[in-house]
C-alpha cells in the first residue's frame, strides 16, 4: 500500500477562494493510475480552506461565528473532494469519501473502515476537514490524516505531492540560492509570508519525521511533475527523502 497526500498547495491556487487546479490533478491522477498497489489518498484544503478558517476564527471555541466557519469550510472541502473524486472516477480510480468529521472527535479515531473499503478494491479519499475537539472547532489537516493512517495500515511508502521541489535549506519562494535538500534529517529555514491555519512546512516536516519514525519512507516531490514518483530510489530523483 502506498499513502499520497495531495497537498493544497498544488490542487489550488492558493490565494484565490476556491480556485481548482483540474489539469494538475488530472495530471497526478493519470500518474497514479500507473501505479499497481493500494492505495490511501488524503488531499489538502488550499483556498478551499484555509481562508475561510482564517476569517472565522479556525480553529477555535464554538460559538456562532466559528460554527457558521465550520459550515463553510467543510462544505468546501466536500465541494473540493467531489471535483477530485469526479477525476479519479474518469481515470478509473473508484473510491470513497471518508471525511474525518465523521471518524474523528475529541481524541477519539476509527479509521477501521478504511481497511474494508481497501479490501474490496475501493480507494479511501481522505481530507482536510472540520472537527469537535472539547469546546473546540477544530481543523483536522490531511498531514494528520496522512500520520493516522500510517501509524495504522503501515504502507510501503508515504508521498505528498506539494508545489515546490521537495524541501530546501529555506523557503525558495521567498528565496532564490535556496537548496534543494535531497535528505533531511533536521534543519531547515520557513519564512512562510502567509502562515496558514494547520501550520506550513514546519508542521508538514514534523508529520513526515513521526511517519518515518515509524519505519516508513517518506517523501515530498512536486506535484507538477508527478511522474517523478517512478524516480523515487534512482539517482535522478528530484525531490525529498525523510
Ligand atoms: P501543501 O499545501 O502542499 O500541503 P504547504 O503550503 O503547507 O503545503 O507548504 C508548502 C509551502 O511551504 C511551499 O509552497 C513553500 O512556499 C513553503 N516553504 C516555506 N519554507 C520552505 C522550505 N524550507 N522548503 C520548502 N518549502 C517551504
Ligand atoms: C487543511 O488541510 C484543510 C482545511 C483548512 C479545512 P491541510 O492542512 O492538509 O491543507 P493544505 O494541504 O495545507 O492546503
Known amino acids: 500500500m502506498i499513502v499520497i497526500k495531495l497537498g493544497g498547495s498544488v490542487i489550488t491556487q492558493k490565494s484565490e477562494y476556491k480556485s481548482f487546479n483540474g489539469a494538475v490533478v488530472e495530471k497526478i491522477v493519470k500518474t497514479l493510475k500507473g501505479i499497481n498497489d493500494e492505495m490511501i489518498i488524503v488531499h489538502g484544503g488550499g483556498s478551499f480552506g484555509h481562508i475561510k478558517a482564517k476569517e472565522y476564527g479556525l480553529p477555535g471555541y464554538a460559538s456562532k ?23 479519479l472516477y474518469s481515470n ?3 473510491s470513497i469519501a471518508l471525511p474525518v468529521s465523521s471518524l474523528v472527535y ?5 479509521y477501521t473502515v478504511f481497511r474494508r473499503y481497501l479490501q474490496l478494491g475501493i480507494t479511501p479519499v481522505s481530507y482536510g476537514d472540520t472537527y469537535i475537539h ?14 493516522d493512517v500510517a501509524r495504522r495500515f503501515h504502507p510501503s511508502a ?6 515546490v521541489d521537495g524541501i530546501y535549506d529555506k523557503n525558495p519562494k521567498t528565496n532564490p540560492d535556496a537548496r534543494l535538500l535531497k535528505h533531511i534529517t533536521g534543519e531547515f529555514q520557513h519564512d512562510e509570508m502567509i502562515p496558514d491555519v494547520t501550520g506550513g512546512i514546519m508542521n508538514k516536516y514534523r508529520k513526515m519525521k513521526n ?11 512536486n506535484g507538477l511533475y508527478p511522474e ?9 530523483f528530484t525531490g525529498t527523502v525523510v
Do not use: C, W
Open 158 to 163: 508515504v508521498v505528498f505531492f506539494s508545489d
Open 65 to 87: 461565528e466559528t460554527i457558521i466557519g465550520m459550515s463553510i469550510v467543510h462544505n468546501d472541502m466536500a465541494d473540493l473532494n467531489l471535483k477530485i473524486s469526479q477525476i
Open 92 to 94: 478509473g480510480i473508484y
Open 211 to 221: 511517519i518515518s519514525d515509524l519505519g516508513i519512507p517518506v517523501y515530498l516531490i
Open 106 to 110: 475529541d481524541n477519539k479515531k476509527n
Open 134 to 147: 472539547g469546546n473546540k472547532i477544530g481543523i483536522y489537516s490531511g498531514d494528520n490524516i496522512v500520520y
Open 228 to 236: 517523478r514518483i517512478y524516480n523515487i530510489g534512482k539517482n535522478n
